[in-house]
């Protein structure tokens, strides 16, 4: 049979890993962590750095076709995995990723709306941003960030900003206008090798020290700006030539206006609920699309609260477990740390039932 090859072992790649294996295929992991969560069902781990020459060269030997499960993978070690083998998502996509900036100047150009920005490289570019933004602002590392990390919020009060550059660890940054959302949603796409296009409804999402928290389905937004979100992560999927699943977060405005904020070129935590609501997840929808498949059904049937279990919490599984609409995912992880995600927990409704609460809901917990 054949094999795919999955770069990063968190819980995505597990997650994909699993999916591969309902599909036939085996799987390759790439990953120094010796006790990663995707090893426990892979069936080939290579524990090495990722951008070891002779463990993608292992890789390449060993898979059909490469994909990855975050963002951070070195670009280096995707292109090069690509002069042997299909990579997808494509070595473009997950440049575009990689940096803030890249990514907000692609999405403008490709015709996507994002909130102001600028380029931060010192404390006069800092202070420059913060005046035309009226003084408020969210400054943002332009790589590696991920769950808030990395970010500082100005809001009007802030007068000083010498040395923040330098507070910010000396990397260049970009500085975006503090954008007074309504709601977060997020879409989770697919573009397959001939082209074809699905999306899944979009979530809404609730975010807790920046990390997210819980995703609601469907949003509490008109169809209309949902067919909106859905048709925009068409157009970047194809501005991308794109192939596999990505996520597409978007923060909502009061008269229904959507901002892109970012992309995720990968299965997207987002998406969780697809596996418990949908025929399809977006894991077996990925593997479909990069084995070069027909994309499957988004087609949900049930209204959902995805949760996501952090540090202690997945001492609640037995208790989750005990609930009739509850499906647990649990990703193995040994040690417990504050802020970690350990698992998540998908709660059904009915398909007119409330996920943000009210009549007919079971949203406590
Ligand atoms: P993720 O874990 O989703 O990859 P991240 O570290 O890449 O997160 P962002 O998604 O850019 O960070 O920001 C995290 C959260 O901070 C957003 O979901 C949103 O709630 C808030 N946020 C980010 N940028 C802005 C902005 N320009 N205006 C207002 N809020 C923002
Ligand atoms: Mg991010
Ligand atoms: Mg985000």
Redesign the pocket.
Known sequence: GATIGIVGGGQLGRMLAMAAAGLGYRTAILEPDRDCPAAQVAGLHIAAPYDDGKALEKLANASDVVTYEFENVPISAIRSLNEQLAVYPPPEALEAAQD?LAEKIFLNSAGVST?PFISVDNDEDLERGLSAFGGR??L?TRRM???????R?FRSTTRDVKGCFAQMGGVPLVL??????ER?VSVIAARGTDGSMAAYDPAE?I?RD???FRSNVPAAISPATAETARETAFTILSALGYVGVIGV?F?VMKDGTLLA??I?PRVH?SGHWTEAACLVSQFEQHIRAVAGLPLGSTTRHANCVMTNLLGTEQERAAALLAEPDVVLHLYGKAEARPGRKMGHYTRLLPLDGNPAGGKGSLQNG
């Open positions: 803030r909130a602002g969210v943002k960030g991920y769950d808030g990390k990395g970010q919020v975006e206008d503090l954008v007074a959302f977060e999402n975010h920046g990390i997210l977060e923060f904020n970012e995720a935590n």
